[in-house]
């Protein structure tokens, strides 16, 4: 299949060369969850002079961050997918909000020779903001590529748009260029880049890679490569995420992202409370250093924490995770167990209820044997808890495949509303190991307490696979261990009917 076969894009290599005693050891990372400015409620079409003055709005707000992260000392700043101009758009409707972003290898820098390629405002402002503050400047924004007849796969109205991250180094220099592979259903306004690109970057604190939002979760490229491939210490990721609980809100699948992939993830979001979308943080291979959620104010928030620069490196760098060597090693437990049906986001899970204040059990689905054993620290009449297994491609939103083992809340004490969306919960765990026959290396461990907050080193991963905690500060709203099987996923969009 195309999709796997690489590389296909050719990364360009954007380094400074310095010597090895110029290289950091740690860096302060930045990301910024900002509260966009939408351009409004229906999609609109506006004279290119109004949507520069929207982007600009935004622009201004993004410009504070920035400021603010470098005055604290930080090397680098992500800012959110969508964050200059929204997204309730057509393809015709964002036109006006588009600049042609020219290949990084034209050696640019916008805010010294802004009109070099036409009109580039959101460029130059970029490139200015990361120039007078000496910092990295990540962001999104769309790209425009006419095309004509002489390419068969040219749109009707003659031109690609693109999702776009954009990277502007200390001096304000134009080092890296990323569209987006795999596009989220609600963005009829962009084009599929047209295979994955995979964009790294040199700098002294480590090697950065750039992907964005649905990159994380569908496709195995450009994401997995990046990580296996080309090495990158540091995944920068702009995004606009909608929290689905019980398992895919944004703090909990990128911390558990930066577990599975031992990587570090800088991850800033939309912050949008009416829509679900927030939820940014710092993440390392050891866990979440810093995270953000807030479904109370309408305010941007600024994160900042010192990370290892190549946390490979470093002595705490996790060990690689056999995730089936305890799961195929063991007797099933409680084959007796009552089970029932229920879905999470759409996929039909196989439950047993957690009936007792302690137990084991074993629940299976197609391939996959899932195993608990757990002690709560009292049994709650007005709560229940399910443990479940998923086998089976999800179709909804995207396709791609899932393997996963969960431990979780039900929304009430109907065993029916098991796999719902839950926001806070009561019970505390003494005790949890979990673990599953995964047919894939590719499993996140996700530990989300009432809340929606995480539970940074109150649990660990084991290398024989079990995710195990001898207790936990919060109630638990959810455990899992969500698997990706990348060779059983469906082929991508591009390449589905050829
Ligand atoms: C980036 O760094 C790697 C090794 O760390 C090196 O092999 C590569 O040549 C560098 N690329 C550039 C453009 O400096
Ligand atoms: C069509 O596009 C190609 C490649 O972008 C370009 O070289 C060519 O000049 C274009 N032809 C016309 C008629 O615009
Ligand atoms: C993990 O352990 C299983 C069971 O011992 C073994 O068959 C498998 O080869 C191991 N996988 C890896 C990647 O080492
Ligand atoms: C999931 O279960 C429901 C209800 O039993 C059924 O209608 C639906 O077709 C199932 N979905 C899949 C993908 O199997
Ligand atoms: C879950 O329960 C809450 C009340 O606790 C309710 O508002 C919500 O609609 C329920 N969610 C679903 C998906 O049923
Ligand atoms: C998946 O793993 C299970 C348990 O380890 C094994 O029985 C099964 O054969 C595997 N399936 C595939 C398709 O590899």
Redesign the pocket.
Known sequence: MAIFQLPIYAAFLIGVTLPASALEDTFVAAVYEHAVILSGATPTLVTPKDALSLMNKNLDILEGAVKAAAEQGAHIIVTPEDGIYGWVFTRETIYPYLEDIPDPQVNWIPCNEPKRFGSTPVQERLSCMAKENSIYVVANMGDKKPCNSSDLKCPSDGRYQYNTNVVYDLKGKFVARYHKYNLFASEIHFNYAKDPQFVTINTSFGKLGLFTCADVLNFREPAISLVEKFKVDTVLFPTAWLNTLPLLSAVQYYSAWAMGMRVNFLAANIHKPSLDLTGSGIFTPEGAKVYHFDMETQNGKLLLAEINARPRLSPTYPPPVNWTLYASSVKHFSPESQVFGGSIYFDNFTFTELSQEADSHTVCQKGLCCHLSYKMAEKRDDEVYAFGVFDGLHVIEGEYYLQICTLLKC??TDLK?CG???DMARTRFDFFSLSGTFNTSYVFPEVLLTGTQLAPGEFQVLTDGRLISNGISKPVLSVALFGRWYEKDSPHPLYAFS
């Open positions: 929304n009430s509303s719902q969306r839950v």
